[in-house]
Antibody
Framework: QVQLVESGGGVVQPGRSLRLSCVAS????????MHWVRQTPGKGLEWVAI????????YYADSVKGRFTVSRDNSKNTLYLQMNSLRPEDTAFYYC?????????????????WGQGTLVTVSS | EIVLTQSPGTLSLSPGERATLSCRAS???????LAWYQQKPGQAPRLLIY???SRAAGIPDRFSGSGSGTDFTLTISRLEPEDFAVYYC??????????FGQGTKVEIK
């Protein structure tokens, strides 16, 4: 079945870095754009980044632009999120999600499915 | 950026009752590019509705979506015990950024 599994979360001090991974299975990873979304109790769901099927196009939320970098390794069916200069307000559950029926970073598509999420806590 | 406002924040209902959830957009959502998700505690969001009114695979027909422009509605015709959860709307017509509403919690009365 279609599955996304995130990993790499943990507790990190402000200003430090962390890299999240999302391993996909059950579908042709190379045919889909992929998203990162985060969720905090206070701010709800917030879209973070998208990468096109071939890694050629990426977009970021203003809140993470210049600090976070999305990438993918299609040979490993894996999506990554490199998070640098972390701040306490980056504390959240981070989910990866597939852009339904869509390979481009510009297409209009809902998110389906979502992974189970990984928790990132930024605290000293 | 399109801002989505959901109401009410919390809906207290009994099993068997009808639930009506609202999602209002700050600008018109072109071509009904609006989705609804259900989230239960400790779980990821699950797609219910896309294209404002199309049910996702495996979603029971007691869930229905409607609306256009700036006003959208998710209706659960008869609440089952497993339907008590938080529901989010999302627009994907003008993106990036993709934006979500703040959620409506459907709780047992």
């Amino acid at each position: 079945q279609v599955q996304l599994v995130e990993s790499g979360g943990g507790v990190v001090q402000p200003g430090r870095s962390l890299r999240l991974s999302c391993v996909a299975s059950g579908f042709t990873f190379t045919s889909y754009a992929m998203h990162w979304v985060r969720q905090t109790p206070g701010k709800g769901l917030e879209w973070v980044a998208i990468m096109s099927f071939d890694g050629s196009t990426e977009y970021y939320a203003d809140s993470v632009k210049g600090r976070f970098t999305v990438s993918r390794d299609n040979s490993k069916n894996t999506l990554y999120l490199q998070m640098n200069s972390l701040r306490p307000e980056d504390t959240a559950f981070y989910y990866c999600a597939r852009a339904a029926g869509c390979s481009s970073a510009n297409c209009r598509a809902w998110f389906d499915p979502w992974g189970q999420g990984t928790l990132v806590t930024v605290s000293s | 950026e399109i801002v989505l406002t959901q109401s009410p924040g919390t809906l207290s209902l009994s099993p068997g009752e009808r639930a009506t959830l609202s999602c209002r957009a700050s600008q018109s959502v072109s071509s009904g590019y609006l989705a609804w998700y259900q989230q239960k505690p400790g779980q990821a969001p699950r797609l219910l509705i896309y294209g404002a009114s199309s049910r996702a695979a495996g979603i029971p027909d007691r869930f229905s979506g409607s609306g256009s422009g700036t006003d959208f509605t998710l209706t659960i015709s008869r609440l089952e015990p497993e339907d008590f959860a938080v529901y989010y709307c999302q627009q994907y017509g003008r993106s990036p950024p993709w934006t979500f509403g703040q959620g409506t919690k459907v709780e047992i009365k």
